[in-house]
Every structure is written in C-alpha cells, then in structure tokens.
C-alpha cells in the first residue's frame, strides 16, 4: 500500500496537476478569445470598466450580499470556498509536496489556522449539503453532481485531518492516506471538466456579461413593433410604453437637411 501511496504523491500528482492546469488554461484562452471576438464583432463597444471592476470585485468578495438572500446558506458558502482553497495551497504538507513534484512552493501556513480552517471546511459542507438535502426547491433542481461534488470535496479535509490528529494503526494510516491522495487527484482531474472550472472563470464573469450580452443593432425597435409601439421613436426621453406622450411629426425637406437636436436624449435624428 506504500507504494500507491508515494505514485499517487508523485507520479500520478504530477499527472494530474499538469492536467488540471493545462485544462484550465484552455478554458481562460478559449473565454477570452471569445470576449475579444463579440467585441469585434458588436456595433456597441461601450464597456463602463470600472463598473466591470466594482462588479468581479463584489461577486468574489461578497460580504455585502451575504445577508439579503439566505444568509446561512450564504455564509456557510462563503466559509466553505475559501476554506477549500487556503488548505490545499498553504498546508504545510501539502506545499513540501508542490515543491518536490513541481520544483517550487511558498511559505506554509501555521497548522493551527490550517486545523481551523480544516474544520470549518468540513462544517460548512456538511451544512450546505444538509441544506440541500432537505429543501424541496433545491432538490427539484439538482442533480446527482451536486450531491457528488460536496462529498469528494470532503473526503481529503475529513481523512487529511484525521491522519494528522487521529491515533491509528498503521493499516487504518495507510488506508485513509490512500483514500486522501486519490480523492484529490481525482479531483484535480476532473476540475477543467466539470462545473468546478468556476473557479478561474468567476473572475471573468463580469467581463463577458459587459462585453458578449449586446442586443443586436436595431433590436429594440423590432421589440417595439412587436408590442405594437413601432410609432414610438425609441430615442425620446420618456417612457416606450406612454404611447399618448409621443407625437411624430415628420420632417421633410427637399434640398437641404433638417437636424433635430434632443438634448436629454443626447442624440440626433437627420431627415433628408
């Protein structure tokens, strides 16, 4: 059993961890070239960048949102996602096992902060799964990977854990560390293949929502004619809908060209 468990720290680590990252370069490259091409493509390139920056900044950091919609299920998020990215980075263990499979690491993390965060992690999706389990509205939506995640996710902090604290035999040693090695490589093999790619495409999120969600050039006027207000010029100030407060009076000229300024609009209408 020994020696699954050093291919699995070696190895098959290097193995995975080359796929994970290689696999979640192709998906950032792919994002934004995309990004890039609805760009180029879209006849509306106004982009307000600092709100896109004020946006990705609240949506990964989002204290401010976490008591308006569920708050315990939010927090518990909250815990559980930064928890389960702090451990497997800055565990001491773990980054004397970056540095002898990749050839580099950073400074550890104290192993009481490491403990801490250990238990909340293991806490936290316990709760969020329970929560899961137990709401009718989230269960009418889920699927089984949304059971599946939680529960692998948790393996390597609950055997991890006990490893580093438990009194074992030497059997019981060997068999959760097995389990503890092999659950993360799982892991970080089908990270770039499933919805746990999230965690390189969150930061982007605000970016393709500003730059790729552009209604068409002309689309609100079809809109318009839809509902029937196709008399309705979409560049007056008022309210579409406030049929009556609108009245087109045409221009026509023959020789020259008439320019009728809307200042509140800030636009200009040029009838030949």
């Not at 050093?6 to 998906?27: E, H, T």
């Not at 580093?164 to 970080?188: E, R």
Request: with cysteine.
């Amino acid at each position: 059993m020994d020696f699954w468990i050093q291919f699995g720290r070696g190895p098959l680590f290097a193995l995975v961890f080359s796929l994970m990252v290689l696999g979640l370069a192709r998906i950032v490259l792919l994002t934004l070239v995309g990004v890039v091409e609805a760009y180029r493509r879209s006849w509306d390139r106004i982009v307000n960048w600092k709100e896109v920056r004020r946006q990705t900044f609240h949506w990964l950091v989002p204290v401010g949102r976490l008591w308006r919609s569920r708050p315990v299920y939010s927090t518990l998020s909250m815990l559980f996602h930064v928890g389960l990215l702090l451990v497997p980075l800055f565990a001491a263990a773990h980054v004397l096992l970056w540095r002898r499979s990749v050839g580099f690491a950073w400074k550890a993390m104290p192993q009481t902060p490491t403990d801490v965060l250990t238990i909340i992690v293991l806490l936290a999706g316990a709760g969020l799964l329970l929560g899961r389990a137990t709401s009718a509205a989230a269960r009418s939506i889920s699927r089984p990977q949304e059971y599946f995640w939680p529960v692998l996710l948790l393996i390597p902090f609950a055997t991890g854990f006990a490893c580093s604290h438990a009194a074992l035999s030497a059997k019981t040693y060997q068999a959760l560390m097995l389990l503890h090695v092999y659950a993360a490589a799982l892991i970080m093999a089908l990270i770039p293949f499933t919805k746990i790619a999230h965690c390189v495409l969150t930061p982007l999120s605000q970016i393709v929502t500003a730059v790729a969600w552009k209604f068409p050039r002309g689309a609100g006027d079809r809109v318009a004619a839809t509902l029937g207000y196709a008399d309705c010029p979409s560049w007056l100030p008022k309210a579409r809908l406030d049929k009556a407060a609108h009245t087109v009076v045409p221009v026509v000229t023959t020789t020259t060209t008439a320019r009728v300024e809307i200042p509140l609009a800030k636009q200009e209408v040029t009838a030949q």
